[in-house]
């Protein structure tokens, strides 16, 4: 079982010799219905595989379904610290989410680790981590490819919330960078059924290429409508695009989408000399064994990466304090900032005091949907 590989990778840790204590509650909040739902099944299905048990202390998970809503998430956030007294928060998955709930566990001193692609803030919330991306690092992989294809004009087309303004901020930065012009500015609501309008006004702009701001099987919207009008031109997306929801919803009119995702989306297609590859082999080896070979994707693998910086600094955390204390809480933020070269599924984490993120580019691959799968760009 993962449970029992993920063990393995902490053997040092783990062998710490450490009295038995109280049991250590890690609240989870995940996306588990609502518009995000094709995302939130891998999140939580991962946890199926998360250890019971870390250097002695029994592991309580409180998983929690926000519905796709960041009020929902916020009210479930306060519950689980003011009632359940969680150690630590797993999640929120919804990057509003993340947003909302973050100054209440900061406030509370109750280590988060954010699977969205929030960028905290160390200095002004020293108790947020993320295991995501950061949309910088992402969309900047993206436009390296859009470079190196001779485009030199991009349509964008996003969510009408803080997601879509988060990737349209990075991609305004990475068309500065590479030279592209951006030549719009489309938005839809996740629940929206429709995109044509939007579809046709790109469509008129005639781009060389379209951005998405975008998650899940809502993006598949905009790709059908644009194909539906004839559009030619190369259609990318970002990393919360990258499921096989998203295949199974578009079909083949997604054939030829390219987008950036986290190696483990892609593990048996890694460089053998990839540090990730083992790692995310060893997960999903063992997660499609019970899930299926199609059920392959990156939702999961933050899902294990957060467990995996939390089981990390368990051990540290144990000599500050005795689980459901305010000084364990503090040793395993402290411990969380310190982890360094850390290779989880979906990158490798050095933490530092002002970088709660910690990744590099080892934790961004390529792909297009080729012949109905995701297919590594070599």
Same mark, same amino acid.
């Given at each position: 079982?993962? !449970?029992?590989?993920?063990?393995?990778?902490?053997?040092?840790?783990?062998?710490?010799?450490?009295?038995?204590?109280?049991?250590?509650?890690?609240?989870?909040?995940?996306?588990?219905?609502?518009?995000?739902?094709?995302?939130?099944?891998?999140?939580?299905?991962?946890?199926?595989?998360?250890?019971?048990?870390?250097?002695?202390?029994?592991?309580?998970?409180? +998983?929690?379904?926000?519905?796709?809503?960041?009020?929902?998430?916020?009210?479930?956030?306060?519950?689980? +610290?003011?009632?359940?007294?969680?150690?630590?928060?797993?999640?929120?998955?919804?990057?509003?989410?993340?947003?909302?709930?973050?100054?209440?566990?900061? !406030? =509370?001193?109750?280590?988060?680790?954010?699977?969205?692609? %929030?960028? *905290?803030?160390?200095?002004?919330?020293?108790?947020?981590?993320?295991? =995501?991306?950061?949309?910088?690092?992402?969309?900047?992989?993206?436009?390296?490819?859009?470079?190196?294809?001779?485009?030199?004009?991009?349509?964008?087309?996003?969510?009408?919330?803080?997601? #879509?303004?988060?990737?349209?901020?990075?991609?305004?930065?990475?068309?500065?960078?590479?030279?592209?012009?951006?030549?719009?500015?489309?938005?839809?609501?996740?629940?929206?059924?429709?995109?044509?309008?939007?579809?046709?006004?790109?469509?008129?702009?005639?781009?060389?290429?379209?951005?998405?701001?975008?998650?899940?099987? &809502?993006?598949?919207? &905009?790709?059908?409508?644009?194909?539906?009008? #004839?559009?030619?031109?190369? +259609?990318?997306?970002?990393?919360?695009?990258?499921? *096989?929801?998203?295949?199974?919803?578009? #079909?083949?009119?997604?054939?030829?989408?390219?987008?950036?995702?986290?190696?483990?989306?892609?593990?048996?297609? %890694?460089?053998?000399?990839?540090?990730?590859?083992?790692?995310?082999?060893?997960?999903?080896?063992?997660?499609?064994?019970?899930? #299926? !070979?199609?059920?392959?994707?990156?939702?999961?693998?933050?899902?294990?990466? =957060?467990?995996?910086?939390?089981?990390?600094? +368990?051990?540290?955390?144990?000599?500050?304090?005795?689980?459901?204390?305010?000084?364990?809480?503090?040793?395993?933020?402290?411990?969380?900032?310190?982890?360094?070269?850390?290779?989880?599924?979906?990158?490798?984490?050095?933490?530092?005091?002002?970088?709660?993120?910690?990744?590099?580019?080892?934790?961004?691959?390529?792909?297009?949907?080729?012949?109905?799968?995701?297919?590594?760009?070599?």
């Amino acid at each position: 079982m993962v !449970a029992r590989v993920l063990a393995a990778a902490l053997a040092t840790m783990l062998a710490a010799t450490v009295p038995a204590m109280a049991q250590i509650k890690v609240g989870v909040i995940l996306s588990i219905s609502g518009p995000g739902a094709a995302m939130g099944v891998g999140y939580k299905a991962a946890f199926d595989f998360m250890p019971q048990e870390v250097a002695g202390q029994k592991i309580e998970y409180i +998983i929690r379904d926000d519905a796709t809503d960041a009020e929902n998430a916020y009210k479930i956030a306060d519950k689980l +610290i003011a009632e359940e007294h969680v150690d630590a928060l797993i999640g929120p998955s919804l990057y509003t989410s993340d947003v909302a709930v973050q100054p209440l566990a900061n !406030a =509370a001193h109750v280590p988060m680790i954010a699977m969205a692609p %929030l960028v *905290p803030e160390p200095a002004k919330f020293p108790y947020s981590f993320a295991d =995501a991306q950061p949309l910088s690092l992402m969309v900047s992989v993206v436009f390296r490819h859009m470079q190196a294809q001779g485009i030199k004009t991009v349509g964008f087309i996003g969510f009408a919330d803080g997601w #879509g303004d988060q990737v349209h901020a990075a991609t305004v930065q990475a068309a500065a960078a590479t030279g592209i012009k951006l030549v719009a500015d489309e938005r839809y609501a996740r629940t929206d059924t429709t995109v044509q309008a939007q579809a046709l006004k790109l469509m008129t702009l005639h781009p060389d290429a379209v951005m998405m701001g975008n998650s899940a099987t &809502p993006a598949v919207l &905009p790709v059908a409508a644009l194909r539906r009008l #004839g559009y030619r031109g190369a +259609i990318y997306g970002n990393h919360g695009i990258v499921s *096989p929801a998203f295949i199974r919803v578009g #079909g083949t009119a997604v054939d030829g989408v390219i987008a950036d995702t986290s190696p483990v989306a892609v593990y048996d297609q %890694l460089a053998a000399d990839n540090p990730v590859k083992p790692v995310a082999t060893a997960f999903m080896t063992e997660y499609t064994k019970k899930n #299926g !070979a199609a059920s392959v994707n990156p939702f999961a693998g933050y899902s294990y990466d =957060a467990m995996l910086l939390i089981a990390h600094a +368990i051990p540290a955390a144990l000599t500050r304090g005795k689980p459901g204390s305010e000084a364990f809480r503090v040793g395993l933020r402290d411990a969380l900032e310190a982890t360094h070269g850390l290779v989880g599924v979906s990158g490798v984490y050095d933490m530092s005091p002002t970088d709660h993120n910690g990744q590099d580019t080892r934790a961004a691959v390529l792909v297009a949907v080729r012949h109905g799968e995701w297919t590594a760009i070599r």
